[in-house]
């Protein structure tokens, strides 16, 4: 299930934001923060005012903190782990407590226990058989299922009231984070001065509101350009498996490609069946489109666990519902509304297009390599600024791979990366303010890859490059990591020194994985 541990849109790696784009007298401005609900959080906001878009930043965040002080399965102190706590008793509970239990009472049936707040001891049972490099046994897993198929409380709506009936491990996954982001979204919205909202929250959307019109003109819905994941290539300047363009809708990705159990040299998904104890397998993505948060994140774990032919007909039982399933098999199925959601990419400019290379020579992606960069962010707070590149001997930039920011007047702070030929280059031709839908990422950890062509397209020669690794924070400190690599067709790995910024980055050249 989706863990919500505080609790997947990851932030693009090209994510290019050449000033936000003016609306009227309205502007749009981007907030991003590590370690919220346990991944990333960007907040995109139309707002009259630069002052009104940090308010609703906090009136979101507030929000936020509020209700995972209720809902936390990973918080003592949270009410549900005291109502867990208690046994046998009536316990008068909160309006979000009572309606994500009796949420869940609904999804359960719905999908005939695919979705339960008990697979959390199916989860604890692989966790533990994991740490001893092993798979659970047959009776382990009996045990845990026939533990998860009792019931584990009983709602009375008259008095609000939640009795606590099992001690089987329970956990509030699946769709709490899309049921806390829609009332997050709901209290940006409220500040006065903001008309439109965005927010990601580890590879979750929810897209609200509208953009105002010029005088004596109306408005119109938010567009927000969403890129989905290829759960094949997950890295942040990956290419993505979808392009699509949404507004006041939800969607929701799940996937057990970025978590899970490596046992043996295999890779098992963290999303459960609770049915059987099984990790799942048969999907590897599901991305779920809706007009609710909770349907979306509640119906895009439930695909994983499902075969297709039930999410079929689950969807077509929930309003406004559309998915995209990816299979083992690398298949795609998809609902026949999906469609509608599609866009076809903007064609590069002719002098933007890349050009074939006539070389002869080897190149880099000749020798059938690929460079891997994982980031991992030392603040839990607002994002560093980051620029992540490759330069040649001559010591010349042959490809940007990631650059991060959020306020062009502090773009210079990136000394190393800044050039104004070379930001205005990034820009043209390229999609920079899509959002990104995905699985669910551990809070600061950002993975890129180098196919081996520079910022034109064309493979680089074998031979000696640095890899560039630059963050400033805005008031704070400013860093920088550097790390030659000869690209010789043999695999190596680096793990360079952490700082105050970014507290490690590793290094793994290595055969390109398809």
């Given at each position: 299930?989706?863990?919500f541990?505080?609790?997947s849109v990851a932030?693009?790696a ?10 009227g007298r309205?502007?749009?401005r ?12 960007e ?9 009104a878009?940090?308010?609703a930043e ?19 102190d ?5 109502w867990?706590?208690?046994?046998g008793?009536?316990?008068?509970v909160?309006?979000e ?7 869940f009472?609904t999804w359960r ?8 707040a008990a ?5 604890r ?8 490099g092993?798979?659970?046994?047959t009776?382990?897993?009996e ?11 009983k709602?009375?709506?008259?008095a609000?009231?939640a009795t606590?009936?099992s001690?089987t491990p329970?956990?509030?996954n699946s769709?709490v984070?899309?049921?806390?982001m ?6 940006a ?6 008309t439109?909202?965005v927010?990601?929250?580890g ?5 609200r509101?509208?953009?105002p ?8 819905l938010?567009?927000?350009a969403v890129n989905?994941?290829?759960p094949?290539?997950d890295a ?8 699509l ?8 990705t799940?996937?057990?490609?970025r ?12 999303i459960?069946?609770p049915?059987?104890g099984?990790?799942t397998?048969?999907v590897?993505?599901a991305?779920v489109?809706a007009?609710?948060p909770?349907?979306a994140?509640?119906l895009?774990?439930a695909?994983?666990v499902l ?5 079929r007909?689950l969807a077509a039982?929930?309003?406004?519902a559309?998915?995209?399933l990816i299979?083992?098999e690398g298949?795609?199925?998809a609902?026949p ?6 866009a ?7 002098a933007?297009?890349?050009e ?5 020579a ?5 020798e059938?390599?690929e ?6 962010l030392?603040?839990?707070?607002k994002?560093p600024?980051v620029?992540?590149?490759?330069e040649?001997?001559?010591?010349f930039?042959v ?8 306020k ?5 702070d990136?000394r190393?990366?800044?050039r ?7 820009a ?5 303010t ?10 600061g ?6 196919d081996?062509?520079?910022q034109?397209g064309?493979?680089?020669k074998?031979?000696?490059y640095?890899?560039?690794?630059e963050a400033?924070r805005e008031?704070g400190?400013?860093q ?7 690209f010789d067709?043999?695999p ?8 105050q910024?970014i ?12």
């Open positions: 299930m989706k863990t541990a505080f609790l932030v693009s090209s994510l290019l934001l050449i000033g936000a784009p003016t609306v309205e502007r749009v981007t907030f991003q923060r590590e370690n919220v609900l346990g991944s990333s959080f907040l995109k906001v139309s707002a009259a005012s630069a002052d878009a940090s308010r906090t009136a979101a965040l507030g929000e936020i903190e509020r209700e995972g002080a209720i809902l936390s399965s990973w918080s003592a949270s009410e549900f782990s005291r867990f706590r208690s046994r008793h009536a316990v008068a909160s309006p407590l009572f309606e994500v239990l009796s949420t009472d049936t719905r999908t005939g226990g695919a979705l339960d697979a959390e001891a199916v989860s049972a692989w966790k533990f058989a994991a740490s001893e092993r798979t659970p046994g009776e382990e897993l045990s845990v299922v026939a533990a998860v198929r009792q019931p584990h409380w709602l009375d709506p008259a609000r009231t606590h009936l001690d329970l956990a509030l769709f984070k899309s049921y806390i829609d009332h997050a979204i709901d209290a919205l409220r500040t006065p001065g903001v439109a909202a927010l990601n929250i590879g979750d959307l929810v897209i509101g509208a953009l019109g010029v005088k004596g003109t109306a408005g119109s938010w567009t927000e989905v994941a290829d094949r290539s942040e300047n990956s290419a993505p498996l979808e392009r363009l949404v507004s006041d809708r939800a969607v929701a799940s996937g057990g490609y978590r899970g159990f490596d046992i043996a040299g295999h890779h098992y998904s963290h459960v069946d049915r059987s099984q990790a397998s048969h590897l993505s991305t489109i007009p609710r909770v349907d994140g509640a895009a774990t695909a994983c075969t297709p032919e039930e999410t007909r039982a929930t309003p406004g559309d998915f995209l299979t083992a298949g795609r199925i609902s509304g999906w469609r509608r959601y599609e076809v990419r903007p064609a590069l400019t002719a933007a297009k890349p074939p290379s006539p070389s002869p080897p190149q880099f992606a000749d059938g390599m460079l891997s960069i994982t980031l991992q030392a603040h839990n707070g994002r600024y620029a992540v590149w490759i040649n001997m001559d010591k930039p490809r940007t791979l990631a650059l991060w920011y959020q062009p007047r502090w773009l210079p990136l190393n990366w800044y104004e030929d070379r930001m205005r280059a990034k043209e031709g390229n999609d920079i899509a959002s990104v839908a995905s699985a669910t990422r551990p809070p950890k950002y993975s890129l890859n180098w081996g062509k520079d034109a064309k493979p680089v074998p031979g000696k640095t890899v560039n690794i400033a008031h400190t400013y920088i990591m550097r790390q030659e690599v000869e067709g043999k190596k790995q680096f793990q360079l020194t952490g700082n910024e507290s490690s980055a590793n290094i793994d050249y290595r055969k390109a994985a398809h």
